[in-house]
């Protein structure tokens, strides 16, 4: 029956029995065999226990190599391609920001407002959607108040929250857009490190002549908006904040501010996603205006753009801002690598001028 056991226990009950048969204990051999009877039917339960889970664990491979089955786990998560290169759906403001390096040294605040203009415009745009999911629960509101004779209006105030928060970062964006000009035009007459002073001296036509005229126009042109943003942001950066509930009538959100308007009347607007619509166009159109002009005085250098990241790694191209109208532009620069057989081919290739170029290069060069 030792048979059965491992080497390195049977081993071990040998010299037991061994040492205690060559021992002067009485009884001697009972002994010997009970305590070899006990270590077989030991070894025998510990088997029956552990041995089906050992057993499994090997097969599933969590004990012999957890690394394998993480390994597995990993080749069968899905892998997204991200399409970064797609200067056809860029706006003014995304175009400088990939090229602004062929003309101008930025240091690291200017690049953070240059990224912030986008950011803002776009986290206003997040809270706007945000406003318009949370403007029907001011019914619930309302219910309350004609079932109880009250209500805390916590939908009320929760959506003004929002509203007011859009307010914030439409301001935001123009804020980091003057920024840029500022170090775009520096020592230039009139472009101030103050967006009220320089949007003022743009009103008043104090604007360094050397400064294009559509870029001094597009901010003149914002004086019927711009103050009455302004006097928004700063009343509810500094100041109180408002209110907003739904109008029984026209069924529109308003929004009702008492730090504003004149001392005897609150300032009142009867449609407040209109106004903020609003502000959103006359501002997109503002940067549009002034960041066609700045990417028109850049220069046509090439510089490295990301393509997309494909199956998990980075493709990039040279290109210049003139060659930057679809994805067929620049000169693909991956394709050193990706071209080599132990690599994963670029999914756009057979299709990408910029591969085609690339590769025309090459051969013209050999």
């Known amino acids: 029956m030792l048979r059965s056991l491992p080497n390195n226990v049977r081993t071990h009950v040998d010299l037991i029995c061994w040492s205690l048969r060559s021992s002067d204990f009485k009884c001697k051999s009972t002994l010997s065999l009970f305590i070899s009877s006990f270590l077989r039917l030991l070894w025998k339960t510990v088997k029956q226990l552990f041995g089906s889970v050992f057993v499994r664990n090997r097969e599933e491979g969590s004990v012999s190599n957890p690394k394998s089955s993480e390994q597995e786990k990993q080749k069968k998560r899905p892998i997204a391609n991200l399409l970064h290169f797609s200067p056809q759906h860029w706006g003014e403001v995304e175009r400088f920001t990939q090229f602004w390096t062929t003309t101008y040294t930025f240091d690291r605040m200017t690049q953070k407002r240059l990224r912030g203009i986008a950011g803002h415009f776009s986290k206003a745009g997040y809270l706007f959607q945000l406003a318009k999911r949370l403007a029907p629960n001011l019914d619930l509101d309302a219910k309350q108040l004609e079932e109880s004779g009250y209500s805390p209006a916590h939908n009320s105030k929760e959506l003004a929250a929002v ?10 964006a123009i804020d980091c ?128 753009l990301m393509c997309g990241i494909f199956g998990g790694r980075c ?33 756009l290739k057979d299709g990408c001028q910029a591969y085609a170029r690339a590769k025309g290069e090459q051969l013209a060069d050999g």
């Open 177 to 304: 857009c003057r920024f840029v000009l500022f170090k775009v035009f520096p020592d230039h007459k009139g472009i101030k490190d103050s967006t009220r002073k320089t949007f003022q001296k743009a009103f008043e036509g104090e604007i360094d002549q050397r400064v294009p005229v559509a870029i001094r126009d597009a901010i003149a042109n914002t004086k019927e908006w711009y103050f009455e943003l302004l006097r928004l942001r700063d009343e509810l950066t500094h100041s109180n904040v408002g209110s907003c509930h739904r109008d029984d009538k026209t069924g529109n959100v308003m929004y009702m501010h008492d730090g504003l308007g004149t001392p005897g009347k609150s300032l009142v607007i009867e449609d407040v996603f209109a106004a903020l619509k609003t502000y959103f166009d006359k501002i997109n159109d503002l940067l549009g205006l002034v960041f066609r002009e700045l990417n028109r005085m850049l220069d046509d250098k090439p510089v490295e």
């Open 315 to 347: 493709y990039q191209r040279v290109v210049r801002p003139s060659e930057a109208i679809d994805i067929n532009g620049g000169v693909c620069k991956s394709y050193q690598w990706f071209d080599l057989e132990e690599h994963p081919d670029c999914p």
């Open 163 to 172: 509203i007011e928060s859009v307010f914030c970062e439409q301001y935001s």
